[in-house]
């Protein structure tokens, strides 16, 4: 074995990897952020354009977790009208 050190690619950093999420959907990482924190907060479909498209763009490229592809989904299916908007409790 060799003493060398083991050289590591920079591009292979979490920074490097957000990096190019942002290049392939044509988005500030603070955009992806928003639209992430979003998906988990909203219960009805209140997204404008360029967030709509984005999130598009987002699930095409399979960038989404789990949790906001599921959002993702039950959001757009409540605004084609095929799932009810979830009523609280108290009312």
Do not use: W
């Not at 950093?13 to 639209?35: F, G, M, P």
């Not at 209140?46 to 993702?72: P, V």
Request: net charge negative.
């Amino acid at each position: 074995m060799t003493d060398k050190p083991i050289m590591r690619d920079p591009m292979d950093s979490e920074q490097a990897r957000i990096l190019d999420i942002c290049q392939y959907v044509n988005a500030t990482k603070e955009e992806i952020d928003h639209i992430q924190y979003k998906l988990n907060d909203s219960i009805e479909f209140n997204f404008n354009e360029r967030e709509c498209a984005l999130l598009y763009r987002l699930a095409g490229f399979d960038l989404l977790n789990s949790s906001e592809s599921k959002m993702a989904i039950m959001l757009m299916a409540q605004k084609l009208g095929n799932i009810p908007i979830p009523k609280e409790d108290n009312e």
